[in-house]
């Protein structure tokens, strides 16, 4: 259909250049009928999809260049239909070539997916097509590859250069145990992959499904433009009509018909919108529609949870204390009991036990209490691991309160572990800040962000330290999911619009009640789901990327809009004073479009200029928050006495 259109168009522009000539040497009945060819070749296609339009009931920008055309060729102005049809068929297939180009990161997601793979089956290797991998093969990448699914490495090493999933400039090297992700290249050395994720379930697969989706929604700038137009074109019509009556000049009215297209103004935020997607997705920024777009610029207030937001989400046990026994029976005692929590926290005590080659025991009778902590029988003993608010009734000495506190001060979590009524002692956990996440901050300051709030379920000394070393400018601490939720909307009430940035399953509802939700994209499925946007690369400078996007992609559909709108306006004054011909005002009209477009192609290439480099700064060590599980942590001396 493309090729037949482009053959259309050349077809008539080949029959305008004929007529010109035909002109020139003074043959008038041959250029005639040469124009009118010109003009049923170009406008045919035209008045089709006019009719196509009227069939559902719209009134098509297309149904006013018909008429042009048509009243034209009736009051015998044959150079007028065929330059007007011409030039309105040529700025369509240069608008459409132009559109293609907005679109290039989807072409070029695409692209990088492998159609065959090597899979190692009974020894062998064979090459099979994508389609035929399923969880569990054995996928066999070699320098040079694209990883076709997504898994972790069983055998090899190399470094992976994972920009399209990521956003990070550099290849990273990656060896047994980690995840890889489809879509990647090995840049160099040899894997083996066992696959987990295939086909349409890879991250990549999602990724490209989820740019598609918001590529092809409307913003809601661009939905009033699209029902300003159906109300438009008719008036325009009737107005033309009235303009042609009262001035006792058809060919004027016609003129007016042409010139009072609406074409640059109906493309002015679409071509935008699908230009700015594309840019945050090269970049590892999914916006999910033109709606968050439009929504994350206006943002002024930035909401970040701590627990592997802020943080890398990563803890490590940094410290055992043993108030009776020794520091190996406390932690095996924690780690059995923590075997049945998922949360960052407890795999860390699990982690540190293993790594001592502790033997574990299996909990019974596991019970997780939000807020406080997890209890369970390990051994025939009541255990109880978590925050101080596990310790309520219970006599503390002051020692054990300050050394805690002191701990807390640092930036560690506390958990404290009691057997069957009694404090054994309490174990530390310390996260890491994400790398270049101070710099990400005040990358959002500079780009007009007025607060960045930190609210977490960690005591309010940690909370403090994050927030001093990261220049956040407020933090409200040892909150629950929904105190979270509370927070943002008292902001909202307050009159902030609001982006929350989380990466968990207690997030979502605070995602889901900002004004704009923004997840980590290796946060929980619940999380990416309800987020408007995600950070595919898990970075914070990926943050500060889509909010200068954003207002960028915003003030270019203002530039745009002004362009259309100013462009019909100075027409319409020169058909007025009769200043402004049919040809010469279809011209213009096409060189708006064509002027819009490219003003939004800028969008593909552009950068912000004050955002720091992917991955800088120095890791801080710092507490996780132990939000829903270890703890909603009170300060240590008020909640114990």
């Not at 149904?63 to 330059?83: C, D, F, N, Q, R």
């Not at 840049?187 to 086909?199: C, F, I, M, P, Q």
């Not at 108030?323 to 540190?352: K, M, T």
């Not at 780009?447 to 409200?476: C, K, M, Y």
Request: glycine share 10%.
């Amino acid at each position: 259909m493309k090729l037949q259109k482009s053959h259309v168009t050349w077809i008539s522009g080949v029959l305008l250049l004929a007529g010109f000539l035909a002109w020139a040497t003074g043959f008038s009945v041959a250029q005639a009928w040469i124009l009118i060819a010109a003009s049923v070749v170009a406008g045919a296609p035209i008045a089709y999809r006019a009719l196509m339009a009227l069939r559902y009931r719209t009134f098509s920008i297309d149904l006013l260049v018909t008429i042009a055309v048509i009243g034209a060729l009736i009051i015998g102005e044959y150079v007028e239909s065929a330059v007007v049809a011409f030039l309105f068929l040529f700025g369509a297939y240069l608008e459409q070539r132009s559109l293609e180009r907005t679109r290039t990161s989807i072409r070029e997601l695409v692209e990088a997916t492998p159609s065959r793979a090597l899979l190692l089956q009974d020894g062998n290797e064979v090459e099979v097509d994508v389609d035929e991998i399923t969880e569990g093969d054995i996928v066999l990448v070699k320098t040079g590859d694209s990883l076709p699914v997504d898994g972790s490495i069983i055998e090899g090493e190399g470094h992976v250069q994972q920009a399209a999933i990521t956003g990070e400039p550099v290849p990273v090297r990656r060896s047994v145990g980690d995840e890889v992700f489809a879509g990647t290249t090995l840049e160099n050395g040899y894997l083996k992959v066992r696959a987990s994720k295939v086909g349409d379930d890879t991250t990549y697969a999602q990724i490209i499904e989820l740019v598609e989706d918001a590529q092809d929604a409307k913003a809601p700038r661009q939905q009033f433009l699209d029902r300003f137009a159906a109300v438009y074109t008719p008036l325009i019509i009737v107005a033309a009509v009235v303009f042609g009556l009262v001035t006792q000049n058809v060919e004027l009215a016609l003129t007016f018909l042409v010139i009072a297209c609406p074409g640059a103004l109906v493309i002015a935020t679409p071509v935008a919108i699908v230009a700015g997607i594309g840019n945050g997705a090269k970049r590892g920024v999914i916006f999910k529609g033109g709606d968050a777009v439009e929504r994350l610029a206006k943002v002024d207030t930035i909401v970040l949870d701590k627990t592997g937001t802020l943080t890398q989400g990563a803890p490590q046990l940094t410290g055992v204390t043993s108030l009776s026994g020794s520091e190996d029976n406390l932690l095996r005692l924690a780690a059995s009991l923590e075997q049945a929590s998922e949360h960052p926290l407890a795999r860390a005590i699990v982690a540190a036990a293993q790594s001592r080659n502790l033997t574990l025991s299996d909990p019974e009778q596991v019970e997780i209490t939000r807020g406080v902590g997890i209890s369970g029988l390990v051994n025939g003993k009541t255990v109880t691991i978590g925050s101080s608010r596990s310790l309520d009734g219970m006599s503390v000495s002051d020692s054990l309160i300050w050394e805690a506190a002191a701990a807390e001060s640092s930036g560690a979590t506390v958990s404290y572990v009691v057997a069957d009524g009694q404090i054994l002692g309490y174990v530390t956990i310390a996260d890491q800040l994400r790398a270049g996440a101070k710099e990400a901050i005040a990358s959002l300051h500079r780009g007009g962000i007025d607060r960045v709030v930190l609210l977490t379920g960690d005591n309010p000394r940690a909370a403090s330290h994050v927030a001093n070393i990261a220049g956040i400018d407020e933090f409200h601490a040892q909150l629950l999911p929904e105190d979270k939720v509370d927070h943002v909307q008292l902001l909202i009430d307050e009159g902030a619009n609001v982006a929350m940035v989380g990466d968990g399953l207690n997030d979502a509802p605070a995602l889901a009640s900002a004004d704009v939700g923004i997840a980590m994209g290796a946060g929980t499925d619940v999380s990416v789901e309800t987020a408007d946007v995600v950070l595919a690369g898990n970075r914070l400078d990926q943050l500060a990327h889509a909010q200068r996007l954003a207002r960028k992609t915003v003030r270019l559909m203002t530039q745009n809009t002004v362009i259309a709108l100013g462009t019909v306006a100075l027409l319409l004054l020169g058909v007025v004073f009769e200043r402004v011909g049919m040809s010469i005002g279809m011209l213009v009209h096409e060189a708006s479009v064509l002027a819009v477009i490219l003003n939004a192609l800028r969008l593909t290439r552009w950068e912000p200029k004050d955002v720091e480099g992917f991955g800088s700064g120095d890791a801080e060590s710092l507490s996780d928050a132990s939000e829903a599980h270890l703890g909603e942590v009170t300060d240590v001396e008020s909640a114990v006495r």
